[in-house]
């Protein structure tokens, strides 16, 4: 298994404040990496210097075997990445947010109707592709982003709490899209959260960072192993609340 | 980049605020021109030989103001409603996050709003001459000369040049501030200064610099009215309307202020004046459309830098 994603020490201040704090990480090919942690606790900074959105102030990164710092073009091409509560140009219609997308990923046009159908089919709205998006739901909206993504078909997907504001049934079935993306298709998917139980759901692995600092990093069963000693059960809330008090 | 170009054109083809501006201004223009060129028809009747009527339709007053003064007036306000929410309606929509990470350069997406909306500008302003010199053809019934249609070209050019330079001016607001309605009043508020009281304003500077002790020495006099002048090129909106009067008046031969005369005196007199060429027209008003150029470039080159540095979260 090759790794996707490796970070050396990645630091990055702001002033005096330190938002991420010499990370040290590797997710590997076809996982589906929990990226854990209270807000701002700098999850978020983490994934714009993947991107190369943001400079590292120290360390070193590489997304898919380039520097987000060197190369953060070959990055945006090839990895998908969804921010937190994601915004649409609402005037248009799902259809026509999507073929921007696509014409700004230089998708050739012959193959930009195909794409679009085909991702509206994944996502499961390919009977409202031609709403105008400002009458979508929140549910919706998150799906049509995943959509967006889908078009250029990543190797990697960041998901940034793909989940947060959603009803129970708009969480599961996005859930059980990241899920099936990763299981039909290969896909690596970093999703950052602090919805405890749908990280448990689905995810191989999982990090805990706290006021910038990777506290844990394991599967589930080992860090409950670690935590909460053997026959402690499995609940990844109870882990983390351990580890939330230790900080 | 020609994406977001494309997209962003549509937009403002599609906008209601831009075609409610467009009508407006179109209309005034059309009643006004209209207006004079019925005037010039009366006036040109007890004149043999006038030249270089065409150009009066656009310089000449007509009831409140003429052309000239109407567009360096409202033309700001075009590029303002096109830039003021480029960049902050984006971080609005959360849209901008989603843009910064698709795999394009950053530059593209300012270079892209910037270039959309100097093209928007252009199709209006020459849709709205060309509206202008049919109706005028019609109404006056003069042939302009190619030395005439010259000038109205670079008029249009000085003109969208212009107006580009708030349109980079409301979008390097809207980089800078967060809020909608803080990066259009920012704008419009300079607008509103620059347009009505750069007059008091440079008045202000003069008599500070070099006051008028003895208002019968007319060296002081000279003096204050220099520095007054001077400082009033801190406008845009002066330079403008000084380096444009002089593009479209082959009888004005400096940059000064000159005498207010009317339509009727100014065409008998012109009889005993012989025109500056176009190229000669150029030359004199040459420092003030470098400065424009400057100006707008600046604006543009300031927000290109802030864009490039800024940081996309904090959104």
Redesign the interface.
Same mark, same amino acid.
């Given at each position: 298994m090759a790794a996707i994603i490796q970070t050396e020490n990645l630091t990055r201040r702001y002033g005096r404040q330190v938002a991420v704090d010499g990370l040290t990480l590797e997710i590997n090919e076809r996982e589906i990496f929990g990226f854990l942690g209270p807000n701002g606790a700098g999850k978020t900074t983490t994934i714009l210097m993947l991107l190369g959105l943001t400079e590292p102030t120290s360390g070193s990164a590489r997304v898919l075997g380039y520097d987000p710092t060197r190369d953060p073009l070959e990055i945006k091409r090839q990895v998908g990445y969804l921010p937190e509560n994601v915004g649409f140009y609402d005037d248009l219609t799902g259809r026509e947010n999507l073929r921007f997308m696509a014409e700004l990923n230089r998708l050739p046009e012959a193959r930009i109707t195909e794409k679009i159908e085909e991702a509206l089919r994944t996502v499961g709205l390919n009977g409202e592709g031609d709403k105008l998006v400002g009458a979508y739901s929140r549910g919706m909206r998150q799906r049509l982003g995943i959509a967006e993504l889908l078009i250029k078909d990543p190797k990697l997907l960041i998901l940034d709490e793909p989940t947060l504001g959603l009803d129970p049934d708009g969480t599961n079935k996005m859930l059980d899209l990241v899920h099936a993306l990763s299981r039909d298709r290969g896909i690596t998917v970093m999703l950052s959260s602090h919805q405890l139980e749908q990280v448990q759901r689905i995810c191989t692995r999982v990090g805990i960072m706290i006021k910038g600092k990777l506290v844990a990093v394991g599967t589930i069963e080992e860090l409950a192993k670690r935590k909460l000693g053997e026959g402690g059960g499995m609940n990844l809330e109870e882990i983390y609340m351990r580890y939330f008090k230790e900080a | 980049m020609w !994406? %977001?170009c494309k &997209?962003e054109l549509a937009d403002h083809f599609s906008s209601t605020r831009f075609l409610i501006l467009f009508c407006l201004i179109l209309m005034v223009a059309l009643v006004s021109t209209y207006m004079v060129a019925t005037n010039i028809r009366q006036v040109l009747e007890g004149v043999s030989k006038p030249s270089n009527v065409f150009l009066l339709l656009f310089t000449t007053e007509g009831k409140f103001f003429s052309l000239v003064q109407f567009i360096a007036f409202f033309g700001p306000l075009l590029g303002i409603i096109m830039g003021f929410d480029a960049i902050n309606r984006e971080r609005q929509?959360? !849209?901008l996050? &989603?843009?910064?990470?698709?795999? %394009?350069?950053r530059d593209a997406v300012i270079n892209g709003k910037f270039l959309a909306g100097v093209i928007t500008v252009s199709i209006a302003l020459v849709s709205m001459m060309l509206l202008l010199t049919g109706m005028g053809l019609i109404t006056v019934g003069v042939v302009p000369g190619w030395e005439e249609i010259g000038r109205l070209f670079v008029y249009l050019i000085v003109s969208i040049a212009y107006v580009s330079f708030w349109l980079g001016l409301a979008i390097l607001f809207s980089i800078l501030f967060r809020s909608l309605a803080t990066s259009a009043l920012a704008a419009v508020a300079l607008w509103i200064f620059f347009s009505f009281f750069m007059g008091f304003a440079s008045d202000l500077v003069a008599d500070a610099l070099s006051p008028v002790r003895n208002p019968r020495d007319p060296e002081e006099v000279v003096a204050n009215q220099r520095v007054s002048d001077a400082a009033s090129l801190v406008s845009p909106a002066v330079l403008y309307s000084k380096a444009t009067s002089t593009i479209l008046d082959p009888y004005r031969r400096s940059r000064g202020s000159v005498m207010i005369v009317g339509l009727l005196e100014k065409l008998s007199m012109e009889r005993f004046q012989s025109p500056l060429p176009l190229d000669q027209s150029i030359l004199v008003v040459w420092p003030y459309l470098t400065l424009l150029a400057a100006l707008t470039l600046i604006c543009f080159g300031l927000s290109y830098v802030i864009f490039m540095r800024q940081? %996309?979260?904090s959104?």
């Open positions: - | !994406t %977001i &997209k929509h959360r !849209t996050a &989603k843009l910064v990470s698709q795999p %394009i350069f940081e %996309i979260r959104v």
